[in-house]
C-alpha cells in the first residue's frame, strides 16, 4: 500500500506538471480529485481500515490529496499568467508615438517683472497702487511742479486729447507713472509706501523707444525720511531684482523738477567671454542709467495739501521694459509690443512660475 | 552742450586731463555723454615733404614722388596737381585708417608703379572741405611728427546733457564755475579770459542806437551798442578751430562772435545790419498774422502772445529765439546795432513750444540768463567787434531793466542731514556754497547768486552742498521695517488679475502687450473709441482702443501670415471708456483650436465653444461664482448674431462675452476666420465677501448617490439651459448634478423639435431611496421639464 500511494503521488504530480493547458489541468483534476478519481477512491478505502492501519494510512492519503491540490493551483495560475502575457504580448502599442501639443501658454516678461516688483516690494511694505492712464495735466504736471512753461513740459513728447476735463484740465496720456504720487497723496493719508506700475506714453518712435512702454513709480511718505534712505531702498531693491549682491550702484546729482534734491542712479555692469553686459560686479566694466530718484518736492506735498514741514519722503521711476531686457537678456524694446508667438514662447514665463520669496522673484 | 578740454582750460587753471575732468563733471551732476578725440584717429598722420616729384610713365595725371616722413625717402604716386618738390604735407602709410574716404591703407602698385601711401588733403582727413588738392603746410612744418599733436587737434571733445535747471551751464564759463568749486582748479578772472582790463562798458561818443522796449514783460531789459565802420571777415583762427572743434560751422566775424559769446559765457546777443533797419528798434508784441523770415530760411507766422524785435518797417528778430533773415550781417555790413537783451523765460518757452522752433537762443533765454550779466556780455560782445572787424562804438543805450533783484534764503544747515542724509559740518557747507557763488550770512542767510535762477529753497541748497561733497559719501539708512512677517500687500481687484491671468497661460494662451490705441477704422469696428488723440504719432496709432480685440487680431494674423496654424494670445490690459478705463483679460483663437493629430488625422477650427470654455476656465479661476453665471442674450454687433453670447449673474452684470466675431468685424480688421474670442471683464468680478479663512462646515454623504437618465423631446430653439435649470429645481434637496450627455435631431425625433439626453444624480440623505421615493422624483423632474415644452421620450 506503502509503495502504490507513493507512486500514485509521483504519477499524479508529474500528470499536473505535464498538463499543457487547463483542459488538459482539468482532466488531471477528474483523474485525481474526481468522484471517481484516484484519490477519492482512496480516501474511500479509510473507512474499511482497522483503527491501527488508519493511524499510519490515513495521514499518508490526506497528504497526498492536499499535495495534489495545491499543484493543480500552482499549475493553474502558471497556466492563467502564460495566457494573459500571451494577450498582452499582442496588445503591445508603440509607445513612441508623440501625444500632441503640451499647453504652451506664457506670461509676457512685462507682468512678470510687475509681479517681481510687488513681491521684492511687499516685503518693504510697499502696496501696489494703480491710476488712469488717461490723465489730465494737473496730476501729470502742474501738481508734480512742472508748470506750462517748464522746459520739462516739452522734453516729455506729450499726447493730448481735445477734451478738458470738468475743472477744465487739458486732458492727455500720462508721460510718467508720477501722477499716481499725487493721486495716493491727495487720497490717502501718510504714512505711504507704495510702487505704481503701468503704461506710460510719450510721442517718441525710433528703435529704442515705443509710443508706450511701461514704468514703475515708487513713494514714501513718512516722518524723517531722508536720501539715506532712498539710496537704501534702491540698493535693496536692484539687488533683490538682479538676484545678486555683488551689485554697485553710482548716484549722480540730476534734475526732475518733481524732487530736490535728485539724483539718477547707475548701476555697474561686466560684461561675459562674450561681450553680452551682465549686471553686477564689485568691479564694473560701465555703467547703465537704470532709474531717476529724488526726495519729493516740497511744492509736490503742498499740492497734495500735506504739510512739508511734518511729512517728507522720497521717490524714484525706473522703466520696466528696460528692468526685463537688463535682467533677461532681451535686445528689442519693440517686440514686447509685436505678439510673435516665437518671441512670447521665448522669452515668456510659464504660468506657475509665479515670483515668491520662498520660490525666488527670478524665473 | 559741446567744449573741448583745451576751451575748459581758458576759464579754469587747472592740471586735471580729461578723464579726472569727466569723471568730476559726471560727479556733480554735469552727465558727460561722450568724450571723444579727434586727434586720435588722425594721430598716426605725419608731417612730410615731398623731396622730389616725377611724371608717372605710365599716366598723365600721375606723378612718382619721393616722401620724406622722417624716416627716409618713400616713393608714393600722387594725383594731386599742387604735388610738387618742397612741398610740406600730411603722409599716411600702410595700415592706417583714412576717416573721409573711410577705407584702411596698405602698399599698393599704380598702374605699375609702387606706392607706400598717400599724400592727403583736409577733406580725407575730415578737417575741412577742400579737396582741391593735398594740404600744404607752412615750410617749416616738423618733418615726422604727427600732424595733429602740432596743429593742435588733440583736444579732448565732452558733450555733457545739461539738465533744464542749468542754465549757468549752458555757458563754458558756467561749467568751469562748478569744476571750480567742486575743487578741480581754479576760476580765471572773466576779464583775464578776454584779455580785457575790466569788464566796464566800452562806451563811445557817438549817439547811442535808439532802441526801446514796449513789452516790458516778454523783453523787460533792451540794452544796445552800435558800432559804426566795421568789416565783417573771417574770424580768427583760434575762434574758429574752437567752433569746429564743436561741430559749428564759422560763418564771419561777426556772427562767430555772437556763436562764440552764446557758447562761452551762455549769454546769447544778436547783431543787426543798420543798413536794413528804418527807425527805431523796438521789443513789442506781435501783430496776431504777422510774418517774419528768419534766419532759418522758414517763414514763421506770429501772434500777439510773442515778443518781436522790430523797426519802422518790419520784425527782424523773434525775440531770444532767432533773428530775422532780413536785417542779418553779410560781408558788406559795415554798420551794426549789437543787442543785449534779457527776455521773459515764460514768453520764450510759450513762444518757442507754439512756433516749434528751438536755437540755441531759446534754450539759454527759456531757461534764464544771468538777468545781471547784460552789460558785461555787451562790453566783451563791443570788444570782440572792436578787436576783431575794427570800428568806433557808439554810447550804450539801455532800455528797461532785468530782474536782478537777490533772493535770499533761510537755510538751516542741519538739513544736509535731515533731509540729504549726510553729515557735512556747517563750516564745510558755507565753504561749498561761497565757491559756488553765494554768499553765505553768519546766520546762514544764503544769498542766490544771480545765474543760480534754479534755486529758490531750502532744498536747493542741500543739493548744491551733496552734489559738491558727493553722492558717493552718502550713507545707505534701512527704512524702518514693520513688526513680523510683511503683510500682504495685493488689492482684491490685483488678486483677481494674477489669478486670471496666470489661469490664462496654464490654458495655453501666450500673453500679448499690444497697443493702447488702435486705427479709426478699427475702432469704428467695435463701435468707435471714445478718446482720439489730437497729436497722434501715426494714423494707425490714433483712438484709444474700446476693446482689446483688434490688437491681438491683428498680432494674431501676423502669426498667421508666417505659417502658425493655431494662435492662442491673450492681453490683460484696460479698455478706454467715456467714464473708466475697465480692466480686461482678453483670450483669442485664431485658426486650428486643435491641431493635425494622429488619432483624428485632423485639425479642428476653433468654434465658439472654445470660447465658452477659456471664458468660464478664466473666470472660475479668478474667483467668479461660474456656477451661478446665466447666458444672456448674444454677444452684440462684433459678434456673430448666432454664435455669440454673454455670461454673467443678471442682464446688468455681465462678467463675459464670448463667441465667433462678426465676418463684417473680421473684414473690417483685415484678418482671415476662423478667430474665437472672449472678453472677460475684470473689473465686473464681484468682490469675495470676506469671511475668514474657515471653511463652512462640511461631512461627506454617507449613502450612495444614484444616476438615473432621462431623454426629453424639446422645441428645436429651446436653448438646452433653461431645460437643465428647470430640472436642477425639481427638487432641490435631492437632485445634486445634472448633466446633458446627448444632443440629437434627425430620425425618430419629429420635425422642429430635438432630443436632450440628461443624466441626474440623485443623492439621498438620511435614508436609501425606495421606489416609491424615486418615482416621486422622476415625476417632479418629468412635470418640471414639462414646463419648458419638453415632454419624455417613449
Known sequence: MTTDIDQLRQELLSAVEGAADLAALEAVRVTALGKQGAVTGLLKTLGALSPEERQTTG??????????????????????????????????????????????????????????????????????????????????????????????????????????????????LRTHTSPVQIRTMVSQKPPIRIIAPGRTYRSDSDATHTPMFHQVEGLVIDRGITMGHLKWTLETFVKAFFERDDIVLRLRPSYFPFTEPSMEVDVGYTRDKSGRRMIGGTEPDGWMEILGSGMVHRKVIEACDLDPTEWQGFAFGCGIDRLAMLKYGIDDLRAFFDGDLRWLRHYGFAALDVPTLAQGVGA | MKFTLSWLKEHLDTTADATQVADALTRIGLEVEDISNPADVLRPFRIARVLTAAPHPQADKLQVLSVDAGEGPLQVVCGAPNARAGLVGIFGGP????????????????????????????????????????????????????????????DPLFDVAITPNRQDCMGVRGIARDLAAAGLGTLKPLADVYRMASLAPIAGDGPAPDVRTDDVGGCPAFFAQAVSGVTNGASPEWMQAKLKAIGQKPISM????????????????????????????????????????????????????????????????????????????????????????????????????????????????????????????????????????????????RAGAAPVAAKTVAYDPALVATLGGMDVPADRQKAILERLG????????????????????????????????????????????????????????????????????????????????????????????????????????????????????????????????????????????TDAERQTLTVLIAGEAQ?????????????????????????????????????????????????????????????????????????????????????????????KRDT????????????????????????????????????????????????????????????????????VVLQPTDKSFDEAALKAIADKIVSAAAKQGATLRG
Not at chain 2, 435631492?734 to 446633458?740: F, G, H, K, N
Request: hydrophobic share 40%.
Open chain 2, 595 to 687: 491641431g493635425r493629430d494622429w488619432r483624428t488625422g485632423k485639425a479642428r477650427g476653433a468654434d465658439a465653444f472654445d470660447a465658452k470654455a477659456e471664458a468660464l476656465g478664466v473666470l472660475a479661476a479668478a474667483g467668479a461664482p461660474v456656477d451661478r453665471l446665466q447666458l444672456i442674450g448674444p454677444g452684440g454687433e462684433t459678434w456673430h448674431p448666432g454664435r455669440s453670447g454673454q455670461l454673467g449673474l443678471g442682464p446688468k452684470m455681465i462678467l463675459a462675452t464670448f463667441g465667433e466675431l462678426h465676418p463684417e468685424t473680421l473684414r473690417a480688421l483685415d484678418v482671415e476666420g476662423p478667430v474665437v474670442a472672449a472678453e472677460i471683464y475684470l473689473d465686473a468680478i464681484p468682490a
Open chain 2, 692 to 759: 475668514g479663512r474657515t471653511r463652512a462646515a462640511y461631512a461627506p454623504a454617507a449613502l450612495q448617490a444614484v444616476r438615473r437618465d432621462f431623454a426629453f423631446l424639446v422645441a428645436a430653439d429651446l436653448q438646452a439651459d433653461k431645460l437643465i435649470r428647470a430640472i436642477q429645481g425639481a427638487d432641490k434637496q435631492a437632485i445634486v448634478e445634472v448633466s446633458l450627455f446627448d444632443v440629437f435631431t434627425g430620425q425618430g425625433v419629429p420635425e422642429g423639435q430635438k432630443s436632450l439626453g440628461l443624466e
Open chain 2, 95 to 154: 595700415g592706417m585708417y583714412v576717416p573721409g574716404p573711410e577705407m584702411t591703407l596698405k602698399l599698393t602698385s599704380i598702374r605699375g608703379v609702387e606706392s607706400n601711401g598717400m599724400m592727403c588733403s583736409f577733406r580725407e582727413l575730415l578737417l575741412g572741405e577742400d579737396h582741391n588738392g593735398i594740404v600744404e603746410l607752412p615750410e617749416d612744418a616738423p618733418v615726422g611728427e604727427s600732424y595733429a599733436e602740432w596743429a593742435g587737434l588733440d
Open chain 2, 254 to 397: 561777426l556772427v562767430d562772435i555772437t556763436n562764440f559769446v552764446s557758447i562761452d559765457l551762455g549769454r546769447p546777443l544778436h547783431v543787426y545790419d543798420r543798413a536794413k533797419l528804418t527807425g527805431a528798434l523796438v521789443a513789442r508784441l506781435a501783430k496776431d498774422g504777422e510774418q517774419v523770415v528768419a534766419l532759418n530760411g522758414k517763414t514763421y507766422t506770429l501772434d500777439a502772445t510773442m515778443t518781436v524785435i522790430a523797426d519802422d518797417a518790419a520784425v527782424h528778430d523773434i525775440g531770444g529765439i532767432m533773428g530775422g533773415e532780413h536785417s542779418g550781417v553779410s560781408e558788406t555790413t559795415t554798420d551794426v546795432l549789437i543787442e543785449c537783451a534779457y527776455f521773459d523765460p515764460d514768453h520764450i518757452a510759450l513762444t518757442g513750444q507754439k512756433l516749434a522752433l528751438t536755437s540755441d537762443a531759446r534754450q539759454r533765454f527759456e531757461r534764464g540768463v544771468d538777468p545781471a550779466f547784460l552789460d558785461d556780455g555787451l562790453a566783451i560782445a563791443t570788444k570782440l567787434v572792436l578787436d576783431h572787424c575794427g570800428g568806433t562804438p557808439s554810447a550804450i543805450m
Open chain 2, 438 to 577: 553765494f554768499v553765505v550770512s553768519d546766520d546762514f542767510a544764503v544769498t542766490v547768486p544771480t545765474w543760480r535762477r534754479d534755486v529758490d529753497g531750502p532744498a536747493d541748497l542741500v543739493e548744491e552742498v551733496i552734489r559738491i561733497e558727493g553722492l558717493d559719501k552718502l550713507p545707505s539708512t534701512p527704512l524702518p521695517r514693520a513688526e513680523g512677517v510683511a503683510k500682504p500687500t495685493a488689492t482684491p481687484e490685483q488678486r483677481i488679475e494674477r489669478k486670471a491671468r496666470r489661469a490664462a497661460a496654464a490654458r495655453g494662451f501666450a500673453e500679448a502687450v499690444t497697443w493702447s490705441f488702435l486705427s479709426e477704422k478699427e475702432a469704428a469696428a467695435f463701435g468707435g473709441g471714445h478718446w482720439t488723440l489730437s497729436n497722434p504719432i501715426s494714423e494707425d496709432l490714433k483712438v484709444m482702443r474700446p476693446s482689446l480685440i483688434p490688437g491681438l487680431a491683428r498680432a494674431a494674423q501676423r502669426n498667421r501670415d508666417r505659417g502658425e496654424r493655431s494662435v492662442k494670445l491673450f492681453e490683460l490690459g484696460r479698455r478706454y471708456l
Open chain 1, 59 to 172: 495521514p499518508r492519503i490526506h497528504s497526498l490529496r492536499e499535495a495534489v491540490t495545491e499543484a493543480l493551483a500552482t499549475r493553474k495560475g502558471a497556466l492563467d499568467r502564460a495566457a494573459l502575457d500571451a494577450r498582452l504580448a499582442s496588445e503591445t502599442l508603440d509607445m513612441s508615438l508623440p501625444i500632441g501639443g503640451l499647453a504652451t501658454g506664457s506670461v509676457h516678461p512685462v507682468s512678470q517683472v510687475m509681479e517681481e516688483l510687488a513681491e521684492i516690494f511687499a516685503d518693504l511694505g510697499f502696496a501696489v497702487a494703480t491710476g488712469p492712464e488717461i490723465e489730465d495735466d494737473w496730476h501729470n504736471f502742474t501738481a508734480l511742479n512742472i508748470p506750462e512753461t517748464h522746459p520739462a513740459r516739452a522734453m516729455h513728447d506729450t499726447f493730448y486729447f481735445d477734451e478738458v476735463d470738468g475743472e477744465g484740465r487739458q486732458m492727455l
